[in-house]
Structure formats: structure tokens, C-alpha cells
């Protein structure tokens, strides 16, 4: 585990989740982000997708399992998403506090400062 100069453990970065379910059929990228969907009797999904990167609509049939794979794909990189945001928000903190204090040390932080 990296640690800071203070002997704080910064937090562990989350990997991020398996692939998700379903790839662009244009670009291959794999951050196919649902935008609508509607239950299709007897069984299944009919849903929009959309490429965040090269901007395909893509029209897909999901059965409900792959409808529930892809919902846990994208729950999955939500929670590595926000916990790298908080990995990266403690480690700047740690930095500015870690500056600050140097700059007290170094009596370089005077009243017209505040």
C-alpha cells in the first residue's frame, strides 16, 4: 500500500469490473451506457444503448439475464469510478496540507496571506 510522507496510509485504488457485457459494434469500446429500455413480453428487454465514445445507437434484445449482467457491469464501474475519486480527493488533500505545513516550517505564509 503507498504511503505519504505522514505515515498515512493512502486508500487503495479499486480495480475496475470484469468487461462489461456488451462492446460497441462500430468502435468495440466496452462503456456501452444504456439510455432507455422497455420490457418486451413474454420475456426480455428492448433497449437503447448508446457509444459514449464514437456515438452509435445501437438497438439491442436483451434477455433478462443479460439485461441483469449488464446492470451489474455498470453498478460495478460506479463504485470504481467513486471510490478512485476518493483515492485521488485524500491523496490532494494529503499533498495541499502536506505544502501548507512546509510553507509554516518555512515561514513563508504571512498575516496578508488570509
Not at 445507437?57 to 460506479?78: N, S, T
Request: net charge negative.
Amino acid at each position: 500500500m503507498p504511503e505519504s510522507s505522514a505515515n498515512q496510509p493512502l486508500p487503495e485504488a479499486v480495480p475496475g469490473s470484469a468487461e462489461a457485457p456488451i462492446a460497441c459494434p462500430c468502435c468495440g469500446s466496452r462503456l456501452v451506457q444504456l439510455v432507455d429500455a422497455e420490457p418486451h413480453p413474454p420475456g426480455g428487454w428492448d433497449t437503447l444503448l448508446e457509444c459514449p465514445e464514437c456515438w452509435t445507437a445501437i438497438d439491442e434484445h436483451l434477455e433478462d439475464e443479460a439485461m441483469e449482467d449488464f446492470d451489474r457491469a455498470f453498478d460495478d464501474g460506479v463504485r470504481a469510478v467513486v471510490a478512485e475519486l476518493r483515492r485521488m480527493t485524500f491523496r490532494h488533500m494529503l499533498e495541499d496540507v502536506e505544502r501548507f505545513a512546509a510553507a509554516l516550517r518555512a515561514d513563508a505564509i504571512l498575516p496578508e496571506d488570509f
